[in-house]
């Protein structure tokens, strides 16, 4: 059972447009919602993250929007460069616990 | 946050054998990770290493294909055992990172079974 579906599975952007990946989870307990960025050869590495008291958060280009009745959060990249082409996971968790992640959406932003 | 180094980074192997991924941290930490990346998907939690004591196995993994060792706070290594072409994946490392709840990964073992 996949407790996080994340779509869509590819994207491609223009240079300067605005990216959006959306995430959608099933466990109510979860209380912490992390995106990961993964170039190719490399491990995920975290890029921002957000917990259900708040309903946005913003670090940069990056914004994660949270709506917590719909068990939904999505990622915003705005401006979006080629340096973010890039694979975004998302995860959840339960307090401390591991994480479980979505199944990722390759990022391509055209020049 | 942590800094980690998994050997080897790559490898290719014949089918029967076993390879030993090694991860080394900067920092002592208290849980070590293990996750498998299929080609094209997304990360599997394999098992949870926590020093002195036995690993915790997800469903689906078992210690006699994935035995893991733990001898201290900055190390770790996963074997992968009696290999065959379905293992071929990557497979990282991963510790808690400094902010709660985050994690840091290593660039991952790309694993080819021939």
């Known amino acids: 059972q996949q407790q996080v579906k994340q779509s869509p599975q590819s994207l491609i952007v223009q240079k300067g447009g605005i990216s959006i990946i959306n995430c959608a989870y099933e466990?109510?307990?979860?209380?912490?919602f992390p995106w990961y960025q993964q170039f190719p050869g490399k491990g995920p590495a975290l890029l921002i993250a957000?917990?259900?008291?708040?309903s946005e958060k913003k670090e940069g280009r990056f914004t994660i929007s949270f709506n917590k009745s719909a068990k939904q959060f999505s990622l915003h990249i705005m401006d979006s460069q080629p340096g973010d082409s890039a694979t975004y996971f998302c995860?959840?968790?339960?307090?401390?616990?591991?994480?479980?992640f979505g199944k990722g959406t390759m990022l391509l932003v055209s020049p | 946050s942590a800094v980690i180094s998994q050997k080897p980074s790559r490898d290719i192997c014949q089918r029967g054998t076993s390879l030993t991924i090694q991860c080394q941290v900067d920092s002592q930490v208290t849980m070590m990770f293990w996750y498998r990346q299929q080609p094209g998907q997304s990360l599997t939690l394999i098992a949870t290493?926590?020093?002195?004591?036995?690993?915790?196995?997800e469903s689906g993994f078992v210690i006699d294909k994935f035995p893991i060792s733990r001898p201290n706070l900055t190390f770790s290594t996963l074997t992968v055992s009696n290999m065959s072409p379905e293992d071929s994946s990557i497979y990282l490392c991963s510790v808690e990172a400094d902010r709660v709840g985050g994690y840091t990964f290593g660039s991952g073992t790309r694993l080819t079974v021939v």
């Open positions: 290493a926590n020093q002195g004591s036995e690993a915790t196995y």
């Open positions: 995860a959840a968790s339960k307090g401390y616990s591991t994480l479980t």
């Open positions: 957000i917990r259900p008291d708040v």
């Open positions: 466990n109510t307990a979860f209380d912490y």
